[in-house]
């Protein structure tokens, strides 16, 4: 993923998200690159007002000549697994097997 791309996932993130706990508006200090592969990134959000911290994992996608940011579903469905995945990657293989 080039710089352009993050600035614009940056930009998109500014505007559609919220802090999950207190609702407000992430600024650029609050975002954080974690990881990036060549269609998506990885941000974490560290919210200033209530010391939330959130991980978000966004793409953009390419389709013929214009380029499209996933959803807002997704963001979600993201947010939603990490509120219920307690970080245990062990636990989580160990159980898909059963
Ligand atoms: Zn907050």
Known sequence: MNYEDLKELVRYLKKVTKCSEC???FVN???S???TI???????LNCQKCSNTMLVNIGIKHERDHR??????DVKEMHNFL??????F???FN???K
Not at 38 to 44: G, N, R, S, V, Y
Not at 83 to 88: K, L
Request: proline share 3%; no cysteine; charged share 25%.
């Open 83 to 88: 509120d219920n995945f307690n970080g245990d």
């Open 33 to 35: 690159v974690l990881a």
């Open 38 to 44: 060549p269609l998506e990134a990885i941000f974490q």
């Open 90 to 92: 062990k636990g989580l």
């Open 95 to 97: 159980h898909s097997k």
């Open 68 to 73: 499209a940011i996933v959803t807002e579903q």
């Open 23 to 25: 609702n407000s508006h």
């Open 29 to 31: 200090d609050d975002i």
